[in-house]
């Protein structure tokens, strides 16, 4: 399957042709990279579900699952400077990729928190149309983003760098590269990784920067 505005499904397989009578090479070796798409999360949501690379047998319980929203992050400068943008651009793409946006009640109060208020309503209906409970199920969650009993569920997204590629008084675009890890103990166990930058347009509001809009390109 394909995305094509990374937030829905695009596209058909392609049908099948007849082989030629001429001498067809072997098939390459199949890669141990799984293209992980179409499962219809918005690609800016997790970069690390987009493009990632499988890991054989069950994932590393080393990571706590870390609670939703920004009262769980260090707090960050959020001055009105280029250095204030980097560091709410980094606070805001860990929050974005964190388990609590799998919890609509959680991933509701976060964007709240984050967004610009003439765009909040904008981002809550791109990421609900994302994080459905049809794409928890998927993932072995519940409808509030949590495993079954025994089980772990890890998400988590960290920033690696940040450079500002636009900054204005009252906007700032700010690139984030992240490595991210998803993964979840129990039956049928889940183990992803990769590395993505995330895009975030900022605005300043009310003494803070607040998000208008991001987007995600995969390494």
């Known amino acids: 399957m394909q995305i094509n505005d990374g937030c829905g499904h695009n596209g058909a397989p ?11 090479p072997p098939p390459a070796r199949r890669s141990r990279r799984r293209l992980v798409i179409g499962i219809g999360v ?43 943008a980097q560091a ?16 609509p ?12 208020p003439l765009y909040e309503k904008t ?9 459905t409970t049809e ?27 940040t450079s500002v590629t636009s900054y204005a008084d009252t906007e700032a675009t700010v690139d984030v590269r992240c490595t991210g890890v998803l993964s979840r103990t129990g039956h049928n166990p889940i183990a ?3 590395k993505f930058t995330m895009t975030l347009r900022l605005m300043w509001t009310d003494g803070e920067w607040r998000l208008r809009e991001t987007d995600q390109h995969n390494e």
Do not use: C, W
């Open 42 to 84: 918005p690609v800016v949501l997790l970069g690390f579900l987009v493009v990632a690379t499988r890991i054989d047998g069950a994932p590393s319980a080393s990571l706590p699952p870390q609670p939703g929203g920004l009262a769980s992050l260090p707090e960050a400068e959020s001055a009105h400077s280029r250095s204030g």
């Open 192 to 194: 992803l990784s990769s």
């Open 123 to 131: 981002l809550q209906d791109r990421f609900d149309k994302g994080f």
């Open 88 to 103: 709410t651009a980094a606070r805001y793409a860990t929050a974005i990729g964190g388990e609590g946006m799998f919890n």
């Open 14 to 24: 392609a049908a099948a042709t007849t082989a030629s009578s001429a001498q067809v």
């Open 105 to 116: 009640s959680a991933r509701h109060a976060l964007v709240q928190s984050i967004a610009h």
């Open 135 to 161: 794409f928890n199920g998927s993932l072995g969650l519940d409808l509030t983003g949590q495993p079954a009993a025994g089980e772990l569920f890890v998400s988590r997204t960290t920033p690696v760098s």
